[in-house]
């Protein structure tokens, strides 16, 4: 059985930092792109960030220079370091994954269940 398990999230006061991860498992062909998607209460689900096979990666604007992605192919594992938390960064963070498994002939996209992030004062 696939599955995208999420760690990390919790409780921060702003300008504090969390490491999100989440790890892919289960009979897993190949990985294209990974990414972080959250939805905060009454909004719509954002990209965050991604980053392709080759480590090529993209933010969105509000989190460029705070966040980063990265990820271990070898551990089919996507971390994202987000540092100098706001507020309005509260949100619950989805881990997403474009991947081919053994029973598929395609890839599709993945999800994990999500980890809430609140940075309050």
């Known amino acids: 059985q696939v599955q995208l398990v999420e760690s990390g999230g919790g409780l921060v006061q702003p300008g504090g930092s969390l490491r999100l991860s989440c790890a892919a498992s289960g009979g897993i062909a190949n990985i294209n792109t990974m990414g972080w998607y959250r939805q905060a209460p009454g909004n719509q689900r954002e990209l965050v960030a991604s980053?392709?096979?080759?480590?090529?990666?993209q933010y969105v604007d509000s989190v460029k220079g705070r966040f980063t992605i990265s990820r271990d192919n070898a551990k089919n594992t996507v971390y994202l370091q987000m540092n100098n938390l706001t507020p309005e960064d509260t949100a619950v963070y989805y881990c997403?994954?474009?991947?081919?498994?053994?029973?598929?002939?395609?890839?599709?996209?993945?999800w994990g269940q999500g980890t809430q992030v609140t940075v309050f004062s």
């Open positions: 980053i392709t096979f080759g480590g090529s990666t």
């Open positions: 997403n994954a474009n991947m081919r498994i053994l029973t598929a002939l395609r890839a599709g996209n993945y």
